[in-house]
């Protein structure tokens, strides 16, 4: 049984920071990479960041330098630091298990109920 919890969000101005939290469930953490997708109103998901179950990181460009993928596995909670805001950072941000193959991230089909962030100019 997997479960994804997302939480974090919120309304904050251009400039701002939130730390996003994804608490895991089930067999699925620790062995796993974990990233964070968004999803903006009228876009196609996409993939922020991932991290390796041994921490090793990527990140999309549009957020490369202000933003940290960081993960407890004692906790079973991935985080995602989000620093310097922008209005097109809005979105619904997920949480999603998945794998590293040749230095791509590969998600499998599971999925939280996202948190909303909103970022006001």
């Known amino acids: 049984q997997v479960q994804l919890v997302e939480s974090g969000g919120d309304l904050v101005q251009a400039g701002g920071s939130l730390r996003l939290s994804c608490a895991a469930s089930g067999s699925i953490f620790s062995i796993n990479a974990m990233g964070w997708y968004r999803q903006a109103p009228g876009k196609q998901r996409e993939l922020v960041a991932h991290i390796t179950s041994g921490g090793r990181t990527n990140y999309a460009d549009s957020v490369k330098g202000r933003f940290t993928i960081s993960r407890d596995n004692a906790k079973n909670t991935v985080y995602l630091q989000m620093n310097s805001l922008k209005p097109e950072d809005t979105a619904v941000y997920y949480c999603?298990?998945?794998?590293?193959?040749?230095?791509?991230?590969?998600?499998?089909?599971?999925w939280g109920q996202g948190t909303q962030v909103t970022v006001s100019s």
């Open positions: 999603n298990p998945g794998r590293v193959l040749g230095g791509i991230y590969v998600p499998y089909d599971y």
